[in-house]
């Protein structure tokens, strides 16, 4: 069966589009045997962009799943925002305190590769640094992708960083080059130890649509959404080759400081007050996209914790 699975996206350093492939990915997808469309979730540890993409600043999105999640891993269906072309968006709040309280909540209790027993899911973990929360995430990914750009420093990072990536061998990780390389795919496999999957073409016009949730058959015409889908088709293989082969455990990045414990006032109560931006409104939808609250939030966040 394709079109389930965890993909997670990622990159070491800098900002080479992780965010805007993510969601291309899931975007372009192939269809699969799985009944819920492709979902991104935005487990970046140094706060989310795609709320602020699609206005959806107030969405509590990742906040909500977090804190039903306090207490175990939760399902993710509840926090799922729709967007146009059938992706399921959970969207990470902008400011990094809240975001890195509930990527390392999702990731301490296995929620995100628990949401992607039963459909596909692309998680955007942001910069994958040593300490960052959202490394149990990545090291439960099916497939873990690295995006780069093609040249000698970042490449020479990432070569650094293979046998973690990769789990000693163990975890299938894949590089993906933000732009054109001035050398082959077969040379930069070579010097980096990793598998090429493809190039994300430098395209800021694609890049926007892609922001603007421009998926249609027109956008799709685009060089940008094209490298996405043969990418996808590429990842979703390895998904499905991945279930039918090996049953190897797949390690966990080692991440070098422990876990922090998530800071008070970080994280919704359940049923307590939303901390998203004041003034937002908010509405939380259902898979199908009609909404199962919304409202105005009209207070700042319990920031005691931080003083
Ligand atoms: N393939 C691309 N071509 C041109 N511009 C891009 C591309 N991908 C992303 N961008 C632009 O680069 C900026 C950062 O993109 P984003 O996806 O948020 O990166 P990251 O998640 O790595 O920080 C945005 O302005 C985005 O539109
Ligand atoms: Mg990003």
């Given at each position: 069966?394709?079109?389930?699975?965890?993909?997670?996206?990622?990159?070491?350093?800098?900002?080479?589009?992780?965010?805007?492939?993510?969601?291309?990915?899931a975007a372009v997808w192939p269809a699969?045997?799985?009944?819920?469309?492709?979902?991104?979730?935005?487990?970046?540890?140094?706060?989310?962009?795609?709320?602020?993409?699609?206005?959806?600043?107030?969405?509590?999105?990742?906040?909500?799943?977090?804190?039903?999640?306090?207490?175990?891993?939760?399902?993710v269906d509840a926090h799922v925002w729709?967007?146009?072309?059938?992706?399921?968006?959970?969207?990470?709040?902008?400011?990094?305190?809240?975001?890195?309280?509930?990527?390392?909540?999702?990731?301490?209790?296995?929620?995100?590769?628990?949401?992607?027993?039963?459909?596909?899911?692309?998680?955007?973990?942001?910069?994958?640094?040593?300490?960052?929360?959202?490394?149990?995430?990545?090291?439960?990914?099916?497939?873990?992708?690295?995006?780069?750009?093609?040249?000698?420093?970042?490449?020479?990072?990432?070569?650094?960083?293979?046998?973690?990536?990769?789990?000693?061998?163990?975890?299938?990780?894949v590089l993906v080059l933000a732009g054109?390389?001035?050398?082959?795919?077969?040379?930069?496999?070579?010097?980096?130890?990793?598998?090429?999957?493809?190039?994300?073409?430098?395209?800021?016009?694609?890049?926007?649509?892609?922001?603007?949730?421009?998926?249609?058959?027109?956008?799709?015409?685009?060089?940008?959404?094209?490298?996405?889908?043969?990418?996808?088709?590429?990842?979703?293989?390895?998904?499905?080759?991945?279930?039918?082969?090996?049953?190897?455990?797949?390690?966990?990045?080692?991440?070098?400081?422990?876990?922090?414990?998530?800071?008070?006032?970080?994280?919704?109560?359940?049923?307590?007050?939303?901390?998203?931006?004041?003034?937002?409104?908010?509405?939380?939808?259902?898979?199908?996209?009609?909404?199962?609250?919304?409202?105005?939030?009209?207070?700042?966040?319990?920031?005691?914790?931080?003083?």
């Amino acid at each position: 069966m394709s079109g389930v699975g965890l993909v997670a996206v990622g990159a070491l350093k800098g900002s080479p589009g992780v965010t805007t492939a993510a969601l291309a990915l899931a975007a372009v997808w192939p269809a699969g045997a799985a009944d819920a469309g492709p979902l991104l979730v935005e487990a970046d540890p140094s706060g989310g962009d795609v709320a602020g993409w699609y206005g959806l600043l107030g969405y509590p999105g990742l906040l909500a799943w977090a804190a039903a999640a306090r207490g175990g891993a939760a399902a993710v269906d509840a926090h799922v925002w729709a967007l146009a072309g059938g992706v399921g968006l959970v969207a990470a709040p902008v400011e990094a305190g809240s975001a890195r309280g509930a990527v390392a909540v999702l990731a301490q209790t296995g929620s995100v590769p628990w949401a992607a027993s039963g459909r596909l899911v692309v998680a955007d973990c942001g910069r994958l640094d040593p300490g960052s929360v959202a490394l149990p995430i990545a090291g439960a990914a099916g497939v873990l992708v690295v995006l780069a750009r093609p040249v000698p420093a970042e490449l020479a990072r990432v070569a650094g960083r293979v046998e973690e990536l990769t789990g000693a061998g163990r975890r299938d990780c894949v590089l993906v080059l933000a732009g054109e390389p001035e050398w082959s795919a077969g040379r930069v496999e070579e010097a980096v130890g990793l598998p090429v999957v493809g190039v994300i073409p430098h395209h800021p016009r694609a890049a926007a649509g892609v922001a603007g949730g421009r998926f249609g058959r027109g956008a799709r015409r685009s060089q940008l959404l094209r490298a996405a889908a043969d990418i996808a088709a590429d990842l979703d293989r390895r998904l499905a080759g991945r279930r039918g082969g090996s049953s190897r455990a797949l390690a966990a990045l080692p991440s070098a400081a422990p876990l922090p414990a998530v800071p008070p006032g970080s994280l919704p109560r359940a049923g307590g007050r939303l901390p998203v931006v004041p003034g937002a409104t908010f509405t939380i939808s259902r898979p199908g996209g009609q909404a199962a609250a919304s409202g105005w939030v009209p207070t700042t966040p319990d920031r005691e914790g931080w003083q």
